[in-house]
């Protein structure tokens, strides 16, 4: 798409705000500007009518977020909410494209579409799909207007008090508006980009790294070339016996224009590094929320923390390696080519390949013994970190002579393996580089003692020798590091491919009310007691009968690697305002159940409806909004992060005052109100891992807070009650009972 003709963004910066009304776009074409955006971006989005907001999408901030997430999902991309300082509105605008922005300061909601950058300006798609070029600045006011309009009756009026010249009070304006509001927050704008699970190779050409890699090669393979001019210029001159000043001046120059092309090597290497380390940071990070709990529970800590050890291997080692072993391959052909026109012709040619090949060979033998000391070492870790963990069980129930039982032959075996490994290590990197000098003048001495070939075709053979060596040493240390990323993938090859889960398209974006259900009559009302309200189900003459929240026919779901199933064949109804207590033996599948009915496990067998809808057609981030569950203490965390974080990271991060408000009301009603006065920051104290430490019963009101605080339709309790005393358990329900509009608890008998 070419740029079309500019309206107008000249110097004046208030024309430019106004000329922006040309290119916006209006709400019912919202869907059609994120499709735009994402083909105008190569974000490749998928073939299907764009998706059109209804009146109730535009209600509210919240609303519209959660429509473009899900019609940004539909499209098979992502919008990352972003919010920025005000100061920093112009450089967040910059870095944000591909993006949608949103214009709050008319009747009805508007929006620019930003498909890049070009230096200052940014580049706006129209609706037509043709682009306009604009300040930031432009952009930036327009997105301030609302803003500025709340402050600027108070500046106008201590400038006319103040007595600031008229032709001065454009500028003191401006001034003051950027003291006032430069800590302002403003959001509203979304970030549009690949999702984690989306195939890598579609975010690697998102991000230009084929592009740039393919740069950086043939700025190599450039340099590279032109070195080799300059010692055949310099070279010819010196054998010539006649230093001539022309072919010296040309090699000066050749030797000058591979200073820039090695600066652009260096930039290009750092870019990608860059780049391709964030993309698989990402995928991994992606990859690791997306297991399931029993395969967290299997692999235990001591082997994820070798996989994060490994992910930086795969970062550091696979790219490096890979561009190290891509230019010494070239470097060798090169340095082939150059033997071939030596002294010793096309033998010493094939004396490089054969040297090349034992070195590949080498590197085999280096990557067996570098996967067996990996597998030692990792069985070391996740040893010494089973042991910590466990450290008080094993001083109760151990016996003394058996705490280090094992422990010397582990060390022993990881010492033997790191010895064979450190031995390959010498080997590919000093031994087989410089073995070559060796053998590569060997390789000129039939030819010597035959009395055959000049002085100057010795020199190109020595010449040759020398540009092997230095290839060969470029070929061990990337071929040992792609070996070592090779070991690594192993490790990390389950997190890289579980991002890619659920990875199927999504349902198109539904209505706001969609799988909502209306609150029921009596929701708000205080119960008169709490085990009456739980006890359940009124008689179908007291009330009317309203329809099912929550369906489930015949479900069943059986743990991996078990034989027996967990739930079998359930079928249960839960309608709006509904008080349900669950109770049951250990062991009976109550816990499973919860997780089906929250969203968090997927039925093996059976139906199951929130308010007419599946989970495939809901979504499973739409069903996970209007399920909320707090888990099992076992399985429930307590992050390092403030008590505010904890309590509100299933509904929104970072909050609003609202939020913060009715988090501290809830946690009142809960009985935390003596824990928030005792902590020095309140809500923003610091808790978990070594910040303030909770006893068992303020995690369990934190968990149930926590589920409260996400405002979804159905609350499910596990076991959450089971660490609380008699009177704050009362305290607890009547809370819980208050809050949620449809309660499901489970307990034991």
């Given amino acids: 798409m070419t740029p079309a003709a500019q309206p107008g963004w000249g110097a004046r910066p208030d024309e430019a705000v106004d000329a922006l009304g040309a290119i916006e776009w209006p709400a019912e074409r919202l869907g059609d500007a994120l499709d735009a955006l994402a083909l105008e971006g190569g974000l490749g989005?998928?073939?299907?009518?764009?998706?059109?907001?209804?009146?109730?999408?535009?209600?509210?901030?919240?609303?519209?977020?959660?429509?473009?997430?899900?019609?940004?999902?539909?499209?098979?991309?992502e919008a990352e909410p972003v919010a920025a300082r005000h100061d920093e509105l112009d450089a967040a605008l910059l870095r944000a494209a591909p993006a949608l922005v949103w214009l709050r300061d008319g009747e009805a909601p508007r929006f620019l579409a930003i498909a890049g950058r070009r230096g200052r300006d940014v580049s706006v798609l129209r609706a037509d799909?043709?682009?306009?070029?604009?300040?930031?600045?432009?952009?930036t006011r327009r997105i301030s207007r609302p803003l500025e309009a709340q402050v600027l009756p108070e500046i106008d009026r201590v400038l006319a008090r103040a007595g600031v010249r008229p032709r001065r009070r454009s500028r003191a304006r401006q001034a003051l508006l950027r003291e006032r509001l430069g800590a302002a927050i403003v959001d509203g704008i979304w970030s549009l980009r690949l999702p984690p699970g989306a195939p890598f190779r579609r975010q690697l050409a998102a991000a230009r790294v084929p592009r740039r890699l393919l740069g950086l090669l043939a700025a190599h393979v450039s340099a590279y070339t032109l070195w080799i001019l300059v010692w055949m210029t310099v070279g010819r001159s010196i054998l010539d016996d006649h230093l001539d000043e022309g072919w010296l001046l040309a090699g000066a120059l050749l030797l000058a224009t591979v200073v820039p092309l090695r600066q652009l090597m260096a930039w290009l290497s750092g870019v990608v590094a860059i780049d391709a380390s964030a993309l698989i940071k990402q995928r991994l990070l992606s990859g690791a929320l997306a297991l399931e709990p029993e395969e967290v529970r299997s692999e235990g800590a001591g082997r994820f923390l070798g996989r994060v050890i490994e992910s930086e291997a795969i970062e550091a080692l696979a790219m490096g390696g890979g561009i190290a072993s891509v230019a010494s391959a070239f470097e060798l052909a090169a340095a082939a080519v150059v033997l071939a026109q030596g002294a010793a012709g096309a033998l010493h040619a094939l004396l490089l390949v054969a040297w090349a090949a034992l070195v590949v060979a080498l590197c085999v033998r280096f990557y067996r013994r570098r996967a067996r000391w990996t597998a030692a070492r990792l069985a070391m870790?996740?040893?010494?970190?089973?042991?910590?963990?466990?450290?008080?069980?094993?001083?109760?129930?151990?016996?003394?002579?058996r705490w280090h039982h094992g422990e010397d032959e582990a060390l022993s075996q990881y010492a033997l393996g790191s010895r064979e490994l450190d031995r390959s290590q010498i080997e590919i990197g000093a031994l087989m580089p410089r073995g070559w000098l060796i053998a590569g003048i060997a390789g000129l001495l039939p030819p010597f003692l035959a009395g055959s070939g000049s002085a100057a075709t010795y020199a190109v053979a020595l010449g040759g020798v020398l540009l092997a060596s230095r290839a060969l040493q470029g070929l061990s240390a990337g071929l040992s590091s792609l070996a070592s990323a090779a070991i690594a993938w192993e490790q990390v090859?389950?997190?890289?491919?579980?991002?890619?889960?659920?990875?199927?398209?999504?349902?198109?974006p539904l209505p706001p009310d969609a799988g909502r259900s209306p609150p029921p009559p009596d929701a708000g009302r205080s119960p008169s007691g709490a085990a009456g309200a739980l006890a359940g189900a009124e008689s179908a003459g007291d009330v009317e009968v309203r329809p099912p929240v929550l369906e489930a026919h015949e479900l069943s779901f059986r743990h991996k690697g078990r034989a027996r199933p967990a739930v079998v064949d359930v079928s249960l109804r839960i309608a709006a305002g509904d008080r349900i207590l669950l109770e049951g033996p250990s062991g009976g599948g109550k816990s499973t159940l919860s997780a089906l009915l929250s969203g968090l496990r997927a039925p093996d067998a059976g139906l199951l409806l929130l308010n007419g809808l599946d989970r495939h057609m809901l979504g499973a981030a739409a069903w996970r909004r209007r399920v909320a569950a707090a888990p099992q203490f076992h399985e429930n965390y307590v992050l390092a992060g403030t008590f505010a974080y904890n309590l509100l990271m299933g509904r929104r991060?970072?909050?609003?005052?609202?939020?913060?408000?009715?988090?501290?009301?809830?946690?009142?009603?809960?009985?935390?109100?003596e824990l928030l006065g005792r902590m020095p920051g309140g809500l923003e104290q610091v808790v978990g891992e070594t910040g303030w430490q909770l006893s068992h019963g303020e995690r369990s009101r934190l968990y149930i807070a926590r589920a409260l605080l996400q405002g979804a339709e159905v609350v499910v309790l596990d076991e959450s009650f089971a660490a609380l005393d008699p009177e704050t358990l009362e305290q607890a329900l009547r809370c819980v009972l208050r809050r949620a509009r449809t309660l499901v608890v489970i307990a034991h008998p």
């Fill in 45 to 77: 989005p998928r073939a299907v009518a764009a998706p059109i907001p209804t009146a109730g999408d535009l209600r509210s901030a919240d609303a519209l977020g959660a429509w473009i997430d899900q019609a940004a999902a539909y499209l098979g991309v």
């Fill in 129 to 139: 799909r043709s682009t306009a070029r604009v300040p930031v600045e432009a952009i």
């Fill in 381 to 401: 870790t996740h040893d010494l970190i089973e042991r910590m963990v466990g450290h008080r069980t094993r001083l109760a129930q151990e016996r003394h002579g």
């Fill in 493 to 508: 090859s389950t997190l890289f491919q579980a991002a890619a889960r659920g990875a199927a398209p999504p349902p198109p």
């Fill in 653 to 673: 991060w970072p909050p609003r005052p609202g939020d913060l408000v009715e988090a501290e009301e809830i946690c009142r009603e809960l009985g935390l109100g």
